[in-house]
């Protein structure tokens, strides 16, 4: 079965709509919402902030928790139960793996930062959305960072190479891969990278190398979200 | 006396709070609906700088065995720790609890949904909603936020459709949920002498006693106490006069659910 056009009428190397903001919760020390078509991204930092039990600390540098999740209602199907799952684990586990080669932790030894994933409503991407809302709110709340981290999906479906799988096409009747990428900026360095499906060594190669120009447009609005927020703020006072 | 408590209630001597209030107007309230379109119906409520999500799903299963002619209804709040530096991972604490608990108490004791309506197989077969509360930014009275999210949340559902026990998620009919009333909760919170609604973080930490008053058309159908301190039967009056007429300027939000 070939797959000449894509079911919602995007190019191959298109992703899904984008918006990102900054500063969407107030308490939090950084935050951020970023929305890639029909999925929605929540993220918050806290930090850094003390660590305890104080077993955990390390005098070295700090440390990094991610924690992953979708609100019960979010997803297409049924409820997700609250509360972790091994899947929502995972996830946080790879998100933190995406985002450390960034991070200056030596700046904050002892100390904690902790970043929290929510998501409202789905539609494939998640995690990606995960990390590109997590990475626009640690700069937001001024975490020493050497560069930003951005991700989307790529893949295949059937013969075609393409970026930003959505939900009808990762459940597409025939050949279908997914690939979760995060990419640094300016290094376009990989920082998360996993894969379900299957793909051939050469179409993930190119995969990968589209990806890596996608992101380009997604920096931009990560950069766009944050200038925006302290654009106003500046305004303001 | 901490000094935080003798500021606000130095304040209020002037009738007057730290973000420049009276002690019964209300942030500025803002209602959206239908703001995760996986749900069968959803809402996001802001209190000035709080903000919390609401969302339902529906499934089908066993009426229970001493209502077998009614649906069933559950309420789950999560104070997510991306709202608050007090609040951790971790399974719910006691707050969520009794978040989660007086804000389905509200809806269930109101007989909001005619659960009858929702049974479609005597003792069989029955729809199941389950209200599900995240809070996204905690500055203070996340109880009435999450009672209205979840009114809000009701009054934006229409119910899948279904093939045999089957529901078919995405495919909405045009039918809202039978609801009958709206119930509104309203916090009063006492400090010193001085009664205030929708309080601010800094205020919750410094209150003796509050009141939660959830009504509907002039009935009372829901209360919870909280606090370390006492009220008497003067002040209980007071607080229902207060949560009566407060909850009438709540429901103004309510209009267009659209």
């Known amino acids: ?220 609005a990560q950069k766009k979200a944050l200038k925006e927020k302290y654009h106003t703020e500046g305004g303001e006072e | 006396m901490n000094r935080l408590k003798s500021q606000i209630i130095k304040g209020l001597e002037q009738s007057l709070r730290f973000d420049g209030r009276k002690p019964f107007d209300w942030r500025k309230i803002e209602v959206e609906y239908g703001i995760s379109k996986n749900a069968e119906g959803s809402a996001r409520v802001k209190f000035g700088d709080t903000e919390v999500f609401a969302g339902i799903k529906m499934s089908i299963g066993k009426p229970y065995p001493d209502r077998p002619e009614e649906g069933a209804l559950m309420v789950d709040a999560e104070l997510s720790p991306m709202s608050s530096p007090e609040f951790e991972t971790g399974p719910p604490d006691i707050k969520a609890i009794e978040l989660a608990r007086v804000v389905d108490r509200g809806i269930r004791e109101a007989k909001t949904i005619d659960m009858k309506k929702l049974c479609l197989e005597k003792g069989e077969k029955a729809w199941m909603i389950s209200i599900d509360v995240v809070t996204i930014n905690d500055a203070g009275n996340l109880l009435d936020a999450s009672s209205l999210a979840a009114l809000a949340a009701l009054k934006n559902t229409k119910i899948p459709r279904l093939e045999g026990n089957e529901v078919k998620y995405g495919e909405l009919t045009d039918e809202a949920l039978p609801l009958t009333k709206e119930p509104i909760a309203v916090t009063v919170l006492k400090i010193g002498n001085h009664f205030i609604v929708d309080p601010l973080v800094e205020e919750e930490e410094a209150f003796e006693a509050k009141l939660t008053v959830t009504t509907t058309d002039g009935i009372i159908c829901a209360m919870q106490k909280g606090g370390d301190g006492v009220l008497t039967v003067g002040d209980i009056e007071k607080m229902i006069d207060i949560g009566m007429k407060k909850a009438e300027e709540i429901r103004k939000h309510l209009k267009g659910s659209k």
């Open chain 1, 1 to 220: 079965m070939a797959y000449p056009k894509r079911l919602d009428g995007r190019k191959f190397n298109e992703t899904r709509e984008i918006e990102a903001k900054a500063g969407v919760i107030k308490r939090a020390d950084g935050s951020a919402m970023f929305r890639i078509g029909k999925t929605v991204a929540y993220a918050a930092v806290y930090g850094p902030r003390n660590l305890y039990p104080k077993f955990l600390q390390n005098p070295r540098e700090g440390i990094v928790r991610v924690n992953y999740a979708m609100m019960p209602f979010s997803s297409k199907g049924e409820r997700v139960r609250p509360g972790p799952s091994r899947r929502s684990k995972e996830i946080s586990m790879v998100t933190e793996k995406a985002l450390l080669p960034v991070l200056h932790l030596e700046e904050f030894p002892n100390a904690v930062v902790d970043v929290f994933i929510e998501l409202p409503q789905t539609d494939a991407g998640t995690r990606c959305a995960g990390i590109c809302a997590a990475s626009i709110a640690l700069a937001d709340a001024g975490i020493p960072m050497k560069d930003l981290v951005a991700a989307v999906s790529v893949g295949r479906v059937d013969e075609q190479v393409l970026v930003d799988l959505n939900y009808d096409e990762e459940a597409f009747d025939g050949k279908v891969a997914d690939v979760p990428l995060a990419v640094v900026q300016r290094t376009g360095h990989i920082s998360l990278l996993q894969m379900d499906g299957e793909i051939e060594k050469g179409q993930l190669i190119n995969a990968i190398k589209l990806g890596q120009e996608t992101l380009k447009k997604v920096f931009e």
